[in-house]
């Protein structure tokens, strides 16, 4: 099975930025996922990563290093509809996804 | 192009009750899952199918059964609901590939067995 932390809950103000960390434990690895949910709504797909280093799209980034089995979604020039779960996902041998908890992000004005 | 549907949006089922959860898929993708969400412990995979006409456990199977007849539809049956089967049940489909095989997620059913 798959171990994956992420942080219950961060809080930031309009404009800046956060950045939500995410470790795993997995049996086999063929990729990290990033998901955003708002409340009461599906998740949607954010990033993918799967070689080591940095994706960037637009306003969010998301970095890996497989050796220390750590991944983080960086959100810049937070906006109020960033408020949202952001959930972390590995992808196992078997090409399940295993999710973690979900960080909670509140964004102030 | 709906993507992927699911019925009902939310139930209240009375304990011992049968129920099936539909969920349909126009993007002709090849594998389809089933989570369930619940407060602290995030989307725990429930049942999977890489294709048509085969399925497979998943985390957490127990009191609940998949069928996967075509492409398109991939019900999920509570034989016998019990309070512990109240959440929300997300249905999710991807192309089945290497590489970003993104899962594209339903609305969720939320369900609440008394």
């Known amino acids: 099975g798959q171990n994956i932390d992420q942080p219950t809950e961060m809080t930031a103000t309009e404009g800046a930025i956060v950045q939500i960390n995410c470790t795993y434990q997995t049996s086999g690895f063929n990729g990290l996922f990033w998901y955003q949910q708002h409340a009461g709504e599906a998740p949607t797909f954010l990033s993918y990563n799967v070689l080591d280093g940095l994706e960037e799209k637009g306003r969010f980034s998301s970095f890996l290093s497989r050796s220390k089995g750590y991944s983080y979604l960086l959100l810049k020039e937070l906006q109020m509809k960033d408020s949202a779960s952001y959930l972390c996902a590995v992808r196992d041998g078997d090409y399940k996804l295993s999710f973690g908890a979900g960080t909670t992000v509140t964004v102030r004005a | 192009i709906a993507g992927i549907t699911q019925a009902p949006t939310s139930q209240i089922l009375a304990a011992g009750r049968r129920m099936t959860l539909r969920c349909t898929q126009d993007m002709r993708h090849n594998a389809m899952y089933w989570y369930r969400q619940d407060l602290g412990l995030g989307l725990r995979l429930i049942h999977y199918s890489n294709t048509a006409g085969t399925t497979g456990k998943g985390e957490v199977p127990d009191g609940y059964s998949v069928s996967r007849a075509n492409t398109d539809d991939f019900p999920l049956t509570l034989a016998s609901a019990v309070p512990s089967q109240t959440s929300v049940y997300f249905c999710?489909?991807?192309?089945?590939?290497?590489?970003?095989?993104?899962?594209?997620f339903g609305p969720g059913t939320r369900l609440t067995v008394l």
């Open positions: 999710a489909s991807s192309e089945y590939k290497t590489g970003p095989d993104t899962q594209y």
